[in-house]
Nanobody, 123 residues
Framework: QVRLVESGGGLVQTGGSLRLSCQAS????????MGWTRQASGKGPEFVAA????????YYADSVKGRFTISRDDDKNTVDLQMNSLKPEETAVYCC????????????????WGQGTQVAVSS
């Protein structure tokens, strides 16, 4: 059974930083993309960041470019998201996603999703 388990969420002040981690199990994703989406209350899933199968290319939503950094460790089967300069409007549940063959910036590409970790940014 494939599982993606996120950690690292929490409450942070505006301008603060958090590092999210995702541990995959039940399947090795070394040849598949991995990424992060987020969903704010009352809204649909939004693409945040992704890294391709080799780790050589990273993709970011325009709103997070320059502030967020995604990285993967295929030996550990993990993907991390370093988030800096956080804003209140980025309060959401952040989900790890993996697998798939479609556009990496489209959440529907990913067949595997974690349960998510809550990130709250206070103003």
């Amino acid at each position: 059974q494939v599982r993606l388990v996120e950690s690292g969420g929490g409450l942070v002040q505006t301008g603060g930083s958090l590092r999210l981690s995702c541990q995959a199990s039940g399947r090795a994703f070394s040849n598949e993309p991995m990424g992060w989406t987020r969903q704010a209350s009352g809204k649909g899933p939004e693409f945040v960041a992704a890294v391709n199968w080799s780790g050589g290319s990273a993709y970011y939503a325009d709103s997070v470019k320059g502030r967020f950094t995604i990285s993967r460790d295929d030996d550990k089967n993990t993907v991390d998201l370093q988030m800096n300069s956080l804003k209140p409007e980025e309060t959401a549940v952040y989900c790890c996603v993996a697998g798939g063959y479609g556009p990496l910036t489209n959440p529907v590409t990913y067949p595997y999703w974690g349960q998510g970790t809550q990130v709250a940014v206070s103003s």
